[in-house]
């Protein structure tokens, strides 16, 4: 699959019009999908196992998304395969009072995946430019010394957020962010099926129905994300979401071709480590078990 068409290309300017959220490439059945997303579920594992034993670089992914484009369930199918050990989920909702009395990055680079570790970002520092540009009155709360006017401050943060991953790519972080590109008659189905099914109302909230009546405002916001933090160090993807069988293979072929592409490697051990190996070896080949077992005249009666 070419993954090119969900690229938004650095330094041009894109339309979310021009991103289908109902295309599936090639696939006319869910099943074929599904087959070959098992298959990159199983090679995800493959390449994590070596990232985590190399600990040289880490994995943050970043996902964004208007609510029930299924940012929850793609990072549940994609990452059902990884080691616990080797990746964390964050998600981030609205900030703390302790959150508020530093600045908007602090809660990110405090979660911040260690090398050799995939970290994963459900929602992320990027509602700074999102919620908070939409519903202002947010801003008020963040205590800012100053305030510019107009789009100096989403301009500001622009910059601010292409210096911080600009930085974190430098240091050996690698940065994929994914916006799961949903229409509004698909998230209108997804709500209706939470409210009539009782499994489901435990994820429905009033306020996700209040923020529909702001989806060409987030629209705007998400446009201008997109077209000036999408960089060759850190690229946006749009993935089409009405599908999600479709999302999850896509995000899973993404993540896979960007590990590969660090042609990561199981570290190499040194000639007396080699030789440790081989004394360890002798000695376990010629042990006796049965002196593990212990014996009845060693017990106390």
Request: charged letters at 25%.
């Amino acid at each position: 699959m070419n993954h090119d068409v969900f690229l938004v290309p650095p330094g041009k300017k894109i339309s979310l019009g021009d991103y289908d959220p109902s295309y599936k490439a090639e696939f006319h059945q869910k099943v074929d999908a599904v087959k070959k997303l098992r298959a990159g579920i199983k090679e995800l594992a493959r390449y994590q196992d070596v990232l985590y034993a190399q600990n040289t670089y880490a994995l943050l992914i970043i996902f964004q998304a208007m609510d029930a484009a299924g940012k929850d369930s793609t990072i549940k199918h994609v990452m059902s395969g990884i080691n616990p050990q080797g990746c964390q989920v964050f998600s981030f909702k609205a900030p703390s009072d302790e959150e508020l009395d530093h600045d908007y990055l602090w809660r990110s680079t405090r979660c911040l995946p260690e090398r050799g570790r995939i970290g994963i970002f459900n929602r992320s520092y990027y509602e700074e430019l999102l919620v908070v540009r939409v519903h202002p009155e947010v801003l008020a709360r963040q205590q800012l010394h100053h305030v510019p006017q107009g789009n100096q401050l989403w301009k500001q943060r622009f910059e601010e957020i292409n210096n911080f991953e600009k930085y974190l790519v430098n240091n050996g972080i690698v940065i994929l962010k994914f916006f799961l590109h949903i229409s509004p008659q698909e998230q209108k189905k997804r709500f209706l099926q939470r409210i009539e099914s009782p499994a489901k109302h435990w994820k429905f909230s009033a306020s996700d129905v209040r923020e529909r009546a702001f989806w060409h405002d987030y629209m705007i916001a998400y446009e201008d994300v997109f077209n000036h933090t999408s960089t060759k160090y850190a690229p946006w993807y749009i993935i089409p979401a009405d599908r999600k069988w479709f999302t999850r293979l896509v995000v899973s072929e993404i993540i896979c071709d960007k590990l590969q592409g660090l042609d990561l490697q199981y570290p190499t051990v040194s000639e007396e480590h080699q030789q440790q190996l081989l004394q360890a070896k002798k000695l376990l080949e010629g042990e006796d078990v049965t002196n593990f077992h212990p014996k009845t005249s060693d017990r106390i009666s």
